[in-house]
Nanobody
């Protein structure tokens, strides 16, 4: 299975929390960098967070301090804990794996909807 599989989206009130999961194959999880993107209605897709093979993480300024990436190397699953959610976090969240030297990702999940209400 090359395509990452996301889960964990849902609806929450502002200030609440959600935890997204991204399951990948063992080979991809061990050998590829991974990332989360999101796309809100009428907006372009934006990069939210990334994690390299060595575990180094990066976050968009808009989510820094609120979102945290962790990985379970036994379950081959990447998690993104999202706290203090804001209405502007509402979007479809996509997990991507295997970043190329050009900075693009090869494999994409189907997306999971996150809706934050006021």
């Amino acid at each position: 299975q090359s395509q990452p599989v996301e889960s964990g989206g849902g609806s929450v009130q502002a200030g609440g929390s959600l935890k997204l999961s991204c399951a990948a194959s063992g080979y991809i999880f061990s050998n590829c960098g991974m990332g989360w993107y999101r796309q809100a209605p009428g907006k372009e897709r934006e990069l939210v967070s990334t994690i390299k093979r060595d575990g180094t993480t990066t976050y968009a300024d808009s989510v820094k301090g609120r979102f945290t990436l962790t990985r379970d190397n036994v379950k081959n699953t990447l998690y993104m804990q999202m706290n203090s959610l804001k209405t502007e976090d509402t979007a479809v969240y996509y997990c991507a794996s295997c970043v190329t030297t050009a900075g693009t990702y090869v494999f994409w999940g189907q997306g999971t909807q996150v809706t934050v209400s006021s």
